[in-house]
């Protein structure tokens, strides 16, 4: 009988070629960190495939991540219906006791924040490379976006949205001479069409993604009471209009988990399992220096716990570099209508361990839905040979759930309330409004020259010193004293306005005598004018 047990994924039966006997397809779970690929043309079988696979793993207390493209996956988190198809598929591959309908914790995520938690992540942490790729820009337009984050780093400046990236490009604009000869060559057309595209970006819904609170990656990776581990689903049927940003923000995702997570080595499960659906939208016309990136991360984040999986309609849209990092492998159905076809079957084909029995390019033309070409890794990290197999059918529902059920599920949330509401900090957009109005207040006369904060921020004016009182203490007191000043006193006088004769007098005998002699002798003198004003 077969199922899945404490290391394995049963996966399907194999159909047996001639010769053979059938036989049940595992994916052994220490080695679900080696990657994998899963193919196929549309309608064959891809998602419930991916489905099955995602069960698998978190009945082995692996969490995992998937963009749910249509919605179809969403019914994980609900409980299957034995439909016929579905029991007489299990009893075909074997299942024990039959087909078992179950259901599996579900964490919703959505860039928007319309069907599940909102993902944010900061301007920062993005960086240049995959805004530029985002945006589009060419290598000029890139290399200003890098002078960009220098410039923030080198004056302390925070980049957390949209908002704040504006900002700095207007400040950069200004600065624009300047900061050519310290930094390199920058134009104000170039700062003017990374703006044009920050508009696009924003038009398209990328505003929501930038912000706080950003994702804390230890958020994916949890277990429910029963050491299941969490599937969490990103909505990405609205998400699919922008391509760029959908397969800007998985990168991002993957090298955040690389860059976060420790090094553990190959455990016995993986950590978190990663599917990359549509994945030929993150290779599409991507530079050199992206798809570097991309390989790189492939081939270390495994280290970490992490296993990713592609997802596409083509072998051929994965480049060979990446590819070869692929040992766990799913292939259904292809068609062969074109030379472009043609040679994807070939190449699918070729990427197999041979199985002497099966004529492997025939058989990528010929099976039906819920069929698929399987080699998994087995023994030392080796490829299995390649077999045709019956893919077991999954626990949960196939087919989305209602809103409703997806309400529920979102209101019992242990994440509820965590990432919902957007948090507005202080950073460059704030700061440099700040000094721009500063800037504006001294043109127009204001304080000037004061020092600078830490974030180069003016503090406020010191309040003027307020005047010494009329009949105040040293000599202007004894003057006053003597000839009376020109403040009115408490019940009224002469109003203040133009100085009296005694006044002017007293004032000037003041200033003589300070001016001309020393303290002491002046205090002499004084005191001889006055008629011994101590008799």
Do not use: C
């Not at 899963?38 to 991540?65: D, N, P, W």
């Not at 069907?115 to 530029?132: D, F, K």
């Amino acid at each position: 009988m077969a199922g899945d047990t404490e290391d394995r994924i049963f996966i399907g039966r194999s159909v047996p070629a001639k010769g053979d006997k059938a036989a049940d397809q595992y994916l052994t779970l220490r080695f679900g960190n080696r990657h994998g690929l899963v193919t196929g043309a549309t309608g064959t079988g891809k998602t419930v495939s991916l489905q099955v696979l995602a069960e698998g793993f978190s009945r082995a207390g692996t969490a995992v991540f998937a963009a749910d493209i249509k919605g179809d996956l969403s019914g994980i988190a609900a409980q299957g219906e034995p439909k016929d198809f579905l029991v007489e598929r299990a009893t075909a591959v074997g299942l024990d006791n039959g087909y078992q309908p179950d259901e599996f914790p579900v964490t919703f995520w959505d860039l928007f924040g319309e069907q599940g938690h909102p993902i944010r992540a900061t301007i920062s942490e993005v960086g240049p490379l995959l805004l530029a790729r985002l945006m589009d820009l060419n290598d000029t337009q890139e290399g200003v976006l890098n002078i960009a984050f220098k410039v923030a780093d080198d004056d302390g400046l925070l980049l957390l949205d949209l908002k704040d990236l504006r900002a700095l490009l207007g400040h950069i604009a200004e600065r624009a001479g300047e900061l050519t000869t310290e930094y390199g060559n920058v134009t104000k057309q170039s700062i003017g069409a990374i703006q044009r595209q920050l508009l696009v970006l924003e038009n398209q819904g990328g505003a929501k993604f930038f912000g706080e609170p950003a994702l804390n990656i230890k958020d994916l990776i949890r277990k429910d009471r029963d050491g299941r581990g969490m599937i969490n689903l990103l909505a990405a049927d609205r998400l699919m209009n922008s391509p760029r940003l959908y397969a800007t923000f998985l990168l991002w995702l993957l090298s955040e988990l690389f860059e976060e997570l420790p090094e553990v080595g190959d455990l016995d499960a993986p950590k978190l399992v990663f599917f990359f659906d549509e994945a030929h939208l993150l290779f599409d016309d991507a530079p050199k220096a992206l798809l570097d990136k991309i390989e790189q991360v492939v081939r270390l984040i495994r280290s970490k716990g992490v296993g990713v999986y592609f997802v596409t309609q083509n072998p051929l849209d994965v480049p060979e570099s990446v590819l070869a990092q692929l040992g766990n492998r799913v292939q259904h159905a292809l068609r062969a209508f074109t030379p472009r076809e043609q040679k994807a079957v070939r190449t699918a084909a070729e990427t197999f361990r041979p199985n002497p029995r099966l004529d492997t390019a025939q058989v990528i033309m010929e099976m039906g839905k819920g069929e698929a070409l399987v080699s998994m890794l087995e023994g030392n990290g080796v490829p299995s040979m390649v077999q045709r197999t019956l893919v077991r059918p999954p626990a949960g529902r196939i087919g989305p759930i209602t809103p409703q059920q997806r309400a529920a599920i979102l209101g019992r949330s242990p994440l509820s309330g965590k990432y919902d509401t957007a948090i507005e900090s202080e950073s460059a957009y704030e700061v440099l409004k700040e000094r721009a109005g500063e800037r504006a207040t001294e043109r127009n006369g204001g304080p000037a020259g004061a020092p600078s904060g830490p974030w180069g921020r003016q503090p406020a004016p010191q309040q003027p010193a307020e005047a010494p009182p009329a009949g105040g203490g040293g000599l202007g007191g004894i003057l006053d004293s003597i000839f009376g000043s020109g403040t009115p006193g408490p019940r009224g006088g002469r109003p203040s306005g133009r100085a009296s004769v005694t006044e002017v007098v007293a004032k000037q005998v003041a200033r003589s005598v300070a001016s001309q002699v020393g303290t002491q002798l002046g205090k002499a003198i004084l005191r001889g004018v006055l008629g011994g004003m101590r008799r």
